[in-house]
């Protein structure tokens, strides 16, 4: 009897301890202090700027392609940007601009739709300009994608913002300084110096047309392959597979038998570069390396439309169609030459 009572005393005691232990834990649980996020940076370490950052918003219901071209642009935009950025219908624009403040956000990108056409809005927050675009053509990144025979698109391809590369804007015309000047604030500067080639993955390009008035935007990937490097070789150190040897007789078939694999492409001098140190596997320093570009997407043809001196607001420093002084004006002369007609008519 006395030995089965300190049985059950042990195996209450045990219990009072588990239920005690379970219940410190819940505590710390509950009080335990969460862990910060790793936060972006505001400034550039290397160039001291101020690091560019936006949001891309519609204005107005959009439809399903045009809603796909705006998560492009926001996946063109990373990482200094908002990818999963929530709006309501009840948002009003001082309600993104109120947000961009505390957040750092330098620019906004907005989309609409009209009767006639789409258009895109880049907006410097929070006193502007604002440069209206209208959209003749756009193809979404999925597009081309399946156009490609071998898409490219790996997952830390948009670990870091694009390069830039502005063409054909230097006729000297304020309304393209202006477009220049934009484009180029809202990515992050490099240091050609102090730059590391692994963060160049991505380049978006705009190209102006003085004849047809028109800016072809493209977005590109860029890679590096040795030249002078079979495609088989190439892929066996980059995927660590092993290949397939039974039907060779030697080792040395794998690398020198016709037609196993094609010689590199891009053996022409203006595409290659001489790199300065090691690349991955392949691109080593001190030897050169073809550069390639692939579209990964969105593509665009843009058309300025005008220039406001706000955020969307203010007055009109360029109009594809004329500021209202320069109507006013052409009127009056117009006005002068049948005056003076008349006048001559008369005599």
Do not use: W
Not at 33 to 38: E, I, L, N
Request: overall charge positive.
């Amino acid at each position: 009897m006395f030995f089965l009572i300190h049985v059950y005393v042990f195996i209450l005691q045990c219990f009072v301890i588990i239920v005690v232990g379970i219940f410190i834990q819940k505590k710390m649980k509950m009080f335990a202090r969460p862990t910060a996020k790793k936060k972006q940076a505001d400034v550039d370490h290397i160039t001291g700027d101020k690091i560019p950052r936006s949001f891309v918003f519609a204005r107005g219901k959009l439809p399903g392609s045009l809603r796909q071209l705006q998560m492009n642009l926001r996946k063109l935009m990373l990482p200094f940007t908002a990818l999963k950025l929530k709006e309501k219908k009840r948002n009003s624009l001082k309600d993104f601009l109120n947000v961009a403040g505390p957040m750092g956000v330098t620019h906004f990108l907005m989309l609409s739709k009209t009767e006639t056409a789409p258009y895109l809005r880049v907006a410097r927050t929070p006193q502007g300009p604002t440069l209206t675009f209208k959209i003749h053509e756009y193809s979404l990144a999925v597009d081309i994608a399946h156009s490609q025979l071998h898409p490219r698109c790996p997952q830390d391809l948009f670990k870091n913002a694009p390069l830039i590369v502005l063409s054909g804007f230097g006729s000297g015309e304020q309304h393209l300084k202006l477009i220049t000047v934009m484009f180029q604030n809202i990515f992050p500067a490099i240091d050609v110096n102090t730059v590391k080639l692994s963060s160049c993955q991505r380049i978006v390009l705009l190209n102006y047309n003085k004849d047809t008035k028109l800016i072809d935007f493209r977005h590109y990937s860029i890679r590096l392959q040795p030249v002078g490097v079979s495609r088989r070789l190439r892929k066996f150190v980059q995927n660590h597979q092993v290949p397939d040897l039974r039907n060779l007789q030697d080792v040395s078939d794998f690398v020198s038998k016709a037609g196993y694999g094609s010689e590199s492409e891009g053996d022409d001098e203006a595409a290659t570069v001489t790199l300065a140190n090691d690349l991955g596997r392949v691109n080593k320093a001190s030897t050169k390396s073809a550069v390639k570009l692939q579209e990964i997407g969105p593509r665009m043809t843009l058309q300025l439309i005008k220039i406001e001196e706000g955020l969307c607001s203010g007055g009109v420093i360029f109009s594809e169609y004329g500021t209202a002084s320069e109507k006013r004006q052409e009127k009056n002369q117009n006005k002068g030459e049948d005056a003076e007609e008349n006048d001559e008519d008369s005599d």
